[in-house]
T-cell receptor, first 112, second 116 residues
Framework: DVKVTQSSRYLVKRTGEKVFLECVQD?????MFWYRQDPGLGLRLIYF???????EKGDIPEGYSVSREKKERFSLILESASTNQTSMYLC???????????FGPGTRLTVL | AQSVTQLDSQVPVFEEAPVELRCNYS??????LFWYVQYPNQGLQLLLK??????LVESINGFEAEFNKSQTSFHLRKPSVHISDTAEYFC??????????????FGTGTRLTIIP
């Protein structure tokens, strides 16, 4: 079974803090993704990575950055957290052969 | 840019009744289409997908979806729902082929609630 894990299920941070969200997959997938999920807006792509050290902006990259130093790990960084970044963050990795994305359980981030 | 429209944000259905969740997409090229399901307090998981071939695709738990190119639709149906089908359902369309690096565009989701 493919497993995608995220470092925290719930996280509370203060405005201005630097926040790291970690995602690890165990299936040697090249492609990994970070989404945020908000009620009524569905999933919106923040950043994705084709392979190690490669990254591309998604639809809403402002206020975020990413790091992919190893194939299995894709990190999302909020340089200076703001209240409008309070959301559910979902990580996914993609099997290019079956064109299927596998999602982690999500991190619910609250910024106070 | 691709877009996906799920017109119904919430659909309440009585147990054992049929259901249809609607999905329309906009794309001028060949696409791959997906339905993902999110059960309460979980991440998303693939329900079914259309890549090519038969326009009717089925999942292991009784859902089916039909790709209709002329109407640019990929509606999800089940003839008889169960309490365990309570979840949020997301339709998604993939980028055109791009050397295996395609990404998905998701709809806003439909929350299916089964009434006992």
């Amino acid at each position: 079974d493919v497993k995608v894990t995220q470092s925290s299920r719930y996280l509370v941070k203060r405005t201005g803090e630097k926040v790291f969200l970690e995602c690890v997959q165990d299936m040697d997938h090249e492609n990994m993704f970070w989404y945020r999920q908000d009620p009524g807006l569905g999933l919106r792509l923040i950043y994705f990575s084709y392979d190690v050290k490669m990254k591309e902006k998604g639809d809403i990259p402002e206020g975020y950055s990413v790091s992919r130093e190893k194939k299995e790990r894709f990190s999302l960084i909020l340089e200076s957290a703001s209240t409008n970044q309070t959301s559910m963050y979902l990580c996914a990795s993609r099997d290019r052969v079956t064109d299927t994305q596998y999602f982690g359980p999500g991190t619910r981030l609250t910024v106070l | 840019a691709q877009s996906v429209t799920q017109l119904d944000s919430q659909v309440p259905v009585f147990e054992e009744a049929p259901v249809e969740l609607r999905c329309n997409y906009s794309s001028s090229v060949s696409v791959y289409l997906f339905w993902y399901v999110q059960y309460p307090n979980q991440g998303l998981q693939l329900l079914l997908k259309y890549l090519s071939g038969s326009t009717l695709v089925e999942s292991i738990n009784g859902f089916e979806a039909e790709f209709n190119k002329s109407q640019t639709s990929f509606h999800l149906r089940k003839p008889s729902v169960h309490i365990s089908d309570t979840a949020e359902y997301f339709c998604a369309v993939s980028d055109p082929p791009n050397f295996g690096n395609e990404k998905l565009t998701f709809g806003t989701g439909t929350r299916l609630t089964i009434i006992p």
